[in-house]
């Protein structure tokens, strides 16, 4: 039963994750011809400070979060077994 509900779990679906990926590096690459753009604005320059880890504290939450899921998963299915 809990197989079966780990499964069916959007979050931990592949076509889920590959799309989280695409809207992540669709996100990062707009953000970044933006930057390449407005590089003469002043201001702009240091707001590059601010975006450059939220982008990477992102981008590692997507990854490290299927890892975490995945290790509370099979703890749980160790815990019932």
């Known amino acids: 039963m809990l197989q079966d509900r780990s499964i ?3 979050m931990l679906c592949p076509a889920y994750r590959r799309k989280k990926y695409v809207l992540f590096l669709l ?3 707009c953000l970044t011809a933006l930057y390449v753009l407005l590089w003469d604005v002043y201001l ?4 590059l400070l ?3 880890p939220f982008v990477t504290l992102y981008f590692f939450s997507l990854v490290g979060w299927r890892y975490f899921m995945e290790r509370k998963i099979q703890r749980m299915r ?3 077994g």
């Open 78 to 80: 160790e815990g019932i």
């Open 27 to 29: 996100r990062t690459f």
């Open 50 to 52: 601010l975006s450059v």
């Open 8 to 10: 069916n779990n959007t």
């Open 44 to 47: 702009i320059r240091f707001t």
